[in-house]
């Protein structure tokens, strides 16, 4: 053997002897001296029955370990107090102990231990943060029971009965602060009687937590209000809401917890209960964004409940049966500023007997929702509590579904496209609310929605808005395309239809005075068809003069078809109306009008300003009214009873009906009239006017024949107390221009044999010495070839209606060709015999009363003579009054 390598043996040798000295002597002053050593260079006191040190490897095993804190009130280091059965551990840094005052080891095992820990106080962040008294990288503890305390003194965390392995655990200031009292990477964990108070307002208990091959199964989980509402409300008057949660059983996989981060996999919650109670405070804005996030790879709730109270204890929202199931649910500081605070992959949602309780109440007894489609089966809507000028709705359906091609939200801002949607069998009524739309609405949330297709079916629908129901029964329903998107400077929002189609039967409308009405309504975007129309008033025509303030008509009407062709706009912002024809077969209208009530002292347009006032294009290329009848009835408080005008076989075409608002269009309104008056004598009136003229000028021209005068007596005998006993009116022909101011013309009246009767305030009794001036006075014959006399100078009465004004011209015309310019002289003729009549009767009063004085005092015989030639004379002028 060469001589170094001798060397080399004997001193390795000598240092294997060292080694084996120095561990030997460490581990006698271990034994010996570490408790002592630990009591004055630690803030702990530790014992031990037995210990065993490897100085070359660090490991540790011990036994029979009790430890303590030196000063239990010093909350500036983790307090720590109980026993430990068995000590192991791996790589122990002897260097840490000795010189940091910092234990450290790469594994760690306690066995049964039993300890008391509390938590140092946390250190203002302005002067940094604590390093921890404990580093372990492994920990390994069987059958424990651990309690973990506050600085003061306050429970903060407690298990019993807990079998832990973790990698990488930490138990850090910073992992208090984000209330998560222990951190780690991997773990397997089985224990009982789990208690979690992470603050003044709530306790978390779990009965038992195990895990078996990373998935991990917690038993009766609840969260704990430690308030009754009450003084919840008292002592935290800022907090918006208090939560209560119970989930008997919950599944899942891959746990992590990082510092600001828990991530999970396959999370299964069973049975769980939420009840949340509101205290009516605002929600306070949090100071600084959320630094916290939450990954769930997959999230499943099975049979879940839940509970929302209102301020007041009511509820305001619940529901049972409650499954939901989401994939890849993320949720961190950048889904939290999103409308919807949280991101998703996908997800299914499902549950029974929803109920919603506000304004407005929900109840819903099964609703299925995923991101392509979603279905409700048996929604209720009733009335809630009462909300001053807002509308409510009380309604059933039993079946919505649709499907959807888009929904997502980008820079807040909803973006939805609705494959189709089907609603079936509504029933109920929907009142308007009285509230008048936001002048200034903001901004809305709403970037594009689009709807492709809405079905209504077999459904029974009342709209009622002031106590006025609208009322669709058999309604079927389908609308295409409906888009909603801001207007320009967020002024609202745009509505545009593409196409729609609407059929009901039993149409009814009910206002103050009619009630409305059709058999079979169908509406498109170019067809209207009404059948069986009828407008029929709810009162009698003495209780609608009692009820209206000034004249009204009061109209009853019956229509056995209304059809329309064309083309109309009218859900859009570019509203408009263009039909090629119009159709009113069989209509029969009855309009009565009293003049007992006051005028009404408003100015009425014409017809034209009426039009030119449409606010939108309107234009009706043809309007045909056919085989209709018209009745118009009107009485006066000296009237015995209306006078009436009848129009039969009443047939009407109006050509270019519009509002002068199409560009480009003509604007000149043709109306021709065809019917039988009174049911006597043809009528035909032409009548025309331009929309666009600002000056509203006007013409209207007519033809009657063969009229039997006595046809007008319905109309003329209650007001005049006239009627006409015997004639023909052969011809009457009217020609008149006018505008807003009056009118004039030609009138032309060719009629034979005309008499009349003169009766009394009764209408019965005929008046023979007043018939028979009048009859001395009117033209009985025109004549073969009449001339036509000139209306003019006929002002209108801008409060009265047009008619007023025509019937004013055909009036002045009948005068003229009457009566003409004797009327004058009769008038004087008839004054100036009564006249004479009151003197005669006068002069015979006073007559009596001289002969009475005479007959008592003697007369010559020249007296009685001349006496009895006046007396002649007298009675000579009392029976032919003209004689004077």
């Known amino acids: 053997m060469k001589k170094w390598v001798k060397k080399l043996l004997i001193s390795l040798g000598i240092l294997l002897l060292i080694l084996l000295a120095a561990n030997f002597g460490l581990n006698i002053w271990l034994k010996t001296q570490l408790p002592d050593y630990i009591k004055n ?15 070359g490897s660090g490991n540790i095993f011990a036994a029979g370990i009790t430890v303590n804190s030196k000063d239990p009130q010093n909350t500036n280091v983790i307090g720590l107090q109980g026993t430990i059965d068995t000590l192991k551990i791996s790589r122990f840094g002897i260097y840490d102990a000795i010189f940091n005052k910092r234990i450290s080891s790469s594994d760690l095992l306690l066995a049964k231990p039993n300890l008391n820990i509390s938590l140092a106080k946390p250190v203002d962040r302005k002067t940094g943060k604590k390093r921890s008294p404990f580093l372990f990288e492994n920990i390994r503890i069987n059958k424990g029971t651990i309690n973990i305390f506050k600085y003061t003194k306050q429970k903060f965390l407690s298990v019993q009965q807990l079998d832990l392995f973790v990698e990488n ?63 919840f409300k008292r002592f935290y008057p800022q907090k918006s809401k208090l939560f209560e949660v119970s989930i008997p059983k919950m599944d899942f996989k891959d746990m992590i917890l990082a510092k600001n981060k828990i991530s999970l996999a396959n999370a299964d919650f069973q049975n769980p209960v939420l009840s949340i109670y509101n205290t009516g405070a605002p929600p306070k804005k949090a100071e600084k964004k959320l630094n916290f996030e939450i990954n769930l790879e997959d999230i499943k709730l099975t049979n879940a409940s839940i509970l929302i109270n209102q301020p007041d204890g009511n509820r305001l929202l619940s529901g049972k049966a409650i499954n939901v199931k989401v994939n890849q649910l993320k949720f961190d500081k950048v889904t939290a500023e999103e409308v919807v605070p949280v991101g998703y992959k996908d997800f299914h949602f499902s549950g029974r007997d929803i109920q919603y309780s506000n304004h407005q109440n929900f109840s819903v007894e099964s609703i299925a929702l995923n991101p392509k489609s979603g279905e409700i089966r048996n929604m209720i809507l009733s009335p809630g509590s009462p909300d001053a000028g807002k509308g409510s709705m009380d309604l059933k359906t039993g079946h919505i579904a649709f499907n959807i091609n888009k ?28 509230n008048k739309p936001e002048k200034n609405p903001g901004r809305s949330i709403i970037n594009s929605v689009i709807v492709r297709k809405i079905s209504l079916k077999n459904s029974d629908i009342v709209y009622d808005k002031e106590k006025q129901p609208l009322a669709f029964h058999d309604l079927n329903a389908t609308v295409n395309t409906i888009e909603i998107a801001p207007k320009p400077n967020n002024q609202g929002l745009s509505f545009k239809v593409k196409d729609y189609f609407l059929t009901t039967r039993n149409f009814a409308y009910r206002t103050k ?43 009853d009407i019956k229509v056995s078809q209304i059809a329309a062709d064309g083309h109309w706009e009218l859900f859009s912002d570019r509203k408009s109306i263009n039909a090629s024809h119009v159709t009113v077969l069989g209509a029969d209208a009855n309009i009565f009008r009293s003049k007992i009530p006051n005028d009404d002292p408003k100015i009425k347009p014409l017809y034209s300003k009426l039009l030119r006032s449409i606010k939108i294009p309107l234009t009706v290329n043809n309007l045909d009214l056919k085989n209709s009848i018209l009745v118009y009835e009107e009485d006066t408080p000296q009237s015995a009873g209306p006078g009436k005008l009848t129009f039969a076989n009443f047939n009407m075409n109006v050509k270019n009906l519009n509002s002068a608002k199409a ?38 021209s007519g033809k009657t024949s063969n009229l039997p005068a006595s046809g007008i007596n319905p109309f003329i005998r209650p007001y005049l107390h006239v009627t006409a006993t015997s004639g023909t009116i052969q011809e009457m022909l009217f020609n008149f221009k006018g505008n807003p101011a009056g009118l004039h013309g030609t009138f032309n009246l060719k009629h034979k044999d005309l008499k009349i009767a003169v009766l009394n305030k009764n209408n019965h009794e005929k008046k023979g010495v007043l018939t028979a001036v009048a009859n001395l006075f009117i033209r009985s014959n025109s004549g073969k070839f009449p001339e036509a006399v000139e209306v003019d100078n006929v002002e209108r009465d801008p409060t009265k209606s047009f008619f007023n004004l025509f019937w004013k011209g055909i009036e002045q ?15 004087k003729t008839v004054k100036k015999a009564v006249t004479s009549v009151k003197e005669v009767k006068k002069s015979v009063k006073e007559l009596k009363q001289e002969i009475k004085a005479k007959k008592e005092e003697p007369r010559p015989q020249e007296e009685k003579k001349e006496k009895k030639g006046f007396l002649k004379n007298v009675f000579r002028k009392k029976e032919n009054p003209e004689a004077e």
């Open 41 to 55: 260079n630690t803030d702990y006191k530790v014992s031990y029955k037995t210990l065993d040190v490897d100085l």
């Open 169 to 231: 655990l930490q138990m850090t200031e910073e992992s208090v602060e984000d209330k998560l009292p222990v951190v780690f990477d991997r773990y397997d964990i089985k224990g009982k009687n789990f208690f979690f108070r992470p603050n003044e307002v709530y306790a978390i208990t779990i009965s038992t937590i195990t895990t078996s091959d990373g998935q991990m199964s917690v038993g009766n989980f609840r969260l704990i209000p430690l308030l009754s509402f009450n003084l």
């Open 407 to 434: 929904l997502e939200f980008i820079d807040k801002k909803l973006n939805l496209d609705l494959k189709d949607v089907l609603v079936e069998n509504v029933n109920g009524t929907i009142k308007a609310g009285g």
């Open 513 to 555: 005075f009619y009630n409305l009405s059709a058999g079979l309504l169908k509406l498109n975007k170019n067809k209207i068809q009404v059948n069986n129309f009828i407008m029929k008033p709810l009162v009698s025509r003495a209780q609608f003069i009692k009820m209206i303030p000034v004249e009204q008509d009061l109209y």
């Open 663 to 700: 560009k480009g269009k003509p604007t000149q309104v043709d109306i021709r009239i065809n019917c039988s008056f009174m049911n006597l004598a043809p009528l035909s009136v032409n009548w025309n006017f331009d929309v666009a003229d600002h000056n509203d000028r006007f013409s209207i």
């Open 813 to 827: 015309g009948l005068k003229k060709t009457l009566i003409g310019k004797s009327v004058d002289k009769t008038e």
